[in-house]
């Protein structure tokens, strides 16, 4: 699935995904800058934020609870746009999905 990502410099990587993954193991997968991910994908550090591009806001399913508790803890939430990239699991309906990084992470 064909996800792009994009540093907060505006340096944009394109990259492929697995069905099933999430955009979190993405960017860690590929090396890409931007998102940490301190905890693994436990839903419990904040490290993994990023700004979904409002085209593709409404394709992803719902934030759990646990999710939008922990963005409070995100540098610079988006109660619209922002969502814990180890929580939203890759798809067919995602793909062409492009996500922004914040200026910097938790
Ligand atoms: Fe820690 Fe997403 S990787 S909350």
């Not at 960017?27 to 550090?45: H, L, Q, W, Y």
């Not at 591009?53 to 540098?75: C, H, N, R, V």
């Not at 180890?86 to 492009?98: K, S, W």
Request: with cysteine; hydrophobic share 35%.
């Amino acid at each position: 699935i064909k996800i792009t990502y994009v540093e907060h410099n505006g340096r944009e990587h394109t990259v492929g995904v697995p069905q099933g993954g999430t955009l979190m193991e993405g960017a860690r997968d590929n090396g890409i800058p931007g998102i940490e991910a301190d905890c693994g994908g436990a839903c419990s550090c904040a490290t993994c934020h990023a700004y979904i591009d409002s085209a593709w806001i409404e394709k992803l399913p719902a934030k759990q609870p646990m999710e939008a508790d922990m963005l409070d803890f995100a540098y610079e939430p988006d109660a619209t746009r922002s969502r814990l990239t180890c929580q939203v699991r890759v798809t067919e309906a995602l793909n062409g999905l492009v996500l922004h990084m914040p200026e910097r992470q938790a």
